[in-house]
């Protein structure tokens, strides 16, 4: 600010007001209120860091200088209230914004300066973000932004920037016409101008609404631009802005539809820029790859080359960030070959036991998913590169948390269906560890736990003797499992209890000869069984576990092969007939076990 607000004071009313310039020789001399209130805040200046300006004599001091018809009163006024609240930023009350926002509307633009940077200060705190805009201080920051005068642009563009960070007010901003303004100030020659501009889109890009408002006032273009500029602020602010547009699909289009150089302009900054550009750099090509289109062209550009040395990172944002993106371009069929080809597994393999980042963990292992749904090309590489001794690994982990678990065991419900991985799931000792997690207190992994197990319930022919050897052990083993699933009082999800009479009936049907006694001598399965297939003791469950089913159905779990209809992906407005969907299977597999059962030869 140059000189203390006291010299300005002093200055700007020695009695020497008339001497300033031709243009102001009519402006009257100080009068006795004018006169006492300079003396005071001067005096006041003095002791500044013990005065609060905000209240009380102080405030009545320069609200005098505000309300004054001397111009160097109102700019010493504005100046004061700047200075003052570069080093005090409390929340202020009506009375103290009143004048300020007068000054505000002054037709000299360095009065108009002073007094916006004023609210800039004051806006970082959020009661004062609020009360300046129900105040009405939106429209003469508006009006400052339109100025010619540079000084004025960025206290303006500062202040709404600051403004636009609270909730509440960005639905105002959005409806001011400040969208327009700020706009065409992002291609400011100013770069400090450019910046508060940059900045100010970037926080109305925080929701669906205020971002479509965005694309109207054509803001998407000129961030684009920006993405071409050597500040890395600007980069910043322009990447980030952009990858919040990209989360809409609309948003999407519209980038897809008009900016053909956009990924090309994204992979460049994951390969040199600063980490902060890098991680928003990828977060936008992430929520981009939301699309298939450009999951293909994400690759096709060379995506791929700049993300391998990330997920090699010592920084974990920047490995959080490729993984995430990653996960996405794995979505598409068409990038497996070029994702497998590049290098890439190895890396990813390693991630699933990635230290301390529970998100790398999830989106690494959602990657690996994701390759080995794609086609039914042979996933032997996968499981060369140690796949399963890092997932087991994780699962015995006392540390490992329910969500990186429930993400681990979902990737094991797919690789159990691909026939050239589930033979390593057995020989890793995954029955084990699974029959445990039948038990575990979130849906999702219980759900995934016994659709594993049935799914390798299907291959009994070929490995009875494995399954033989899990009977009662761990935790009860085998037996356990599916006597309490099968318990007609135990108060069990419908949908579980299924999955459970169609592992018996695989076991029974592909079993070795000692599995089979196992399963019909045991005290409660076969008896259960039957009285499901009679479907007697279940009249009164089926309306006590409508919402059981409900639930399991539209989950969209995967069970097995077994239960992959249209009908488990129903809506609500199905709800009834998917309930008594899931009973008939009940009964017809319970029916099936029990025809098989009276067949048997002991």
Not at 55 to 65: C, H, I
Not at 118 to 135: E, P, W
Not at 452 to 461: M, N, Y
Not at 527 to 541: F, V, Y
Request: with cysteine.
């Amino acid at each position: 600010m140059g000189a203390t607000c006291s010299s300005i004071l002093t200055a700007s009313t020695c009695c020497r007001i008339n001497e300033d310039s031709a243009h102001r020789e009519d402006e009257p001399l100080l009068g006795d209120k004018e006169r006492q209130a300079v003396n005071m805040l001067v005096e006041l200046f003095e002791r500044r860091s013990t005065v609060s300006f905000y209240e009380g004599e102080p405030l009545k001091a320069l609200s005098t200088l505000v309300y004054s018809d001397i111009y160097h009163l109102q700019l010493s006024a504005a100046t004061a209230f700047s200075e003052i609240s570069e080093i005090d930023t409390r929340p202020v009350s009506r009375e103290a914004l009143e004048p300020i926002l007068y000054l505000l509307q002054s037709p000299h633009i360095d009065v108009q300066h002073g007094a916006s940077a004023a609210l800039g200060n004051l806006a970082v705190n959020m009661d004062n973000k609020l009360l300046i805009v129900r105040m009405g201080g939106l429209e003469p920051l508006i009006r400052q932004m339109l100025s010619p005068n540079i000084d004025a642009q960025i206290n303006s563009v500062g202040c709404i920037t600051n403004l636009a960070t609270a909730e509440e007010n960005k639905m105002r901003i959005a409806k001011s016409g400040a969208l327009l303004p700020l706009t065409r100030l992002a291609r400011s020659r100013d770069i400090r101008v450019q910046r508060n501009a940059a900045g100010a889109l970037l926080n109305m890009t925080h929701s669906a609404e205020h971002r479509q408002q965005l694309i109207s006032a054509g803001s998407v273009p000129v961030l684009v631009e920006l993405l071409g500029t050597d500040d890395q602020e600007l980069q910043y602010y322009a990447t980030t802005a952009l990858s919040n547009i990209a989360v809409d699909e609309s948003g999407r289009k519209l980038l897809w539809d008009t900016q053909p150089t956009l990924v090309d302009a994204l992979i460049r900054f994951v390969d040199a820029s600063t980490i902060k550009v890098q991680c928003q750099a990828i977060l936008t090509l992430r929520n981009l790859a939301s699309d298939d289109q450009y999951q293909i062209q994400i690759v096709e550009r060379g995506g791929l080359d700049s993300l391998l040395p990330l997920l090699q990172s010592a920084y974990d944002p920047l490995v959080i960030s490729a993984a995430a993106c990653l996960r996405n371009l794995s979505i598409h069929p068409d990038n497996e070959e070029h994702i497998l080809s590049s290098g890439i597994l190895p890396c990813l393999v390693n991630l699933v036991t990635h230290p301390g980042s529970e998100e790398v963990q999830c989106h690494v292992i959602s990657a690996l998913r994701n390759l080995v749904a794609n086609n039914d090309a042979d996933k032997t590489p996968f499981a060369e590169a140690g796949l399963f001794e890092h997932i087991k690994e994780v699962l015995l982990d006392p540390h490992t948390s329910d969500v990186v678990l429930s993400e681990m065991v979902a990737a094991l419900s797919v690789f159990v269906l691909d026939e050239s991985l589930w033979l390593y799931m057995v020989d890793s000792g995954f029955l084990e560890l699974l029959i445990p997690l039948t038990r575990a207190e979130a849906i999702e992994l219980q759900y995934n736990a016994c659709a594993i197990i049935s799914s390798l319930a299907s291959k009994a022919s070929e490995i009875g003797d494995k399954l033989e050897q899990v009977w009662d052990k761990p935790e009860g083993g085998l037996q356990s499992y599916l006597a309490s699933f099968l318990a007609i009082d135990e108060g069990m999800d419908p949908l579980l209890r299924s999955v459970a009479i169609w592992t018996v009936l695989m076991l029974l049907e592909g079993g070795t000869p000692q599995l089979v006694r196992l399963i019909t001598g045991h005290p409660s399965i076969i008896k259960n069984i039957e009285k499901i297939a009679e479907m007697g003791a279940l009249s009164e469950e089926k309306a006590r576990h409508s919402a059981y089913a409900s639930a399991g159905s539209a989950a969209g779990l995967r069970v097995s092969r077994a239960f992959e209809t249209d009908s488990y992906g129903d809506d609500a407005e199905n709800g009834d007939e998917a309930d008594e969907d899931i009973y008939n299977r009940m009964e017809n597999l319970a029916q099936d076990v029990m025809a098989l059962v009276h067949n048997l030869e002991y």
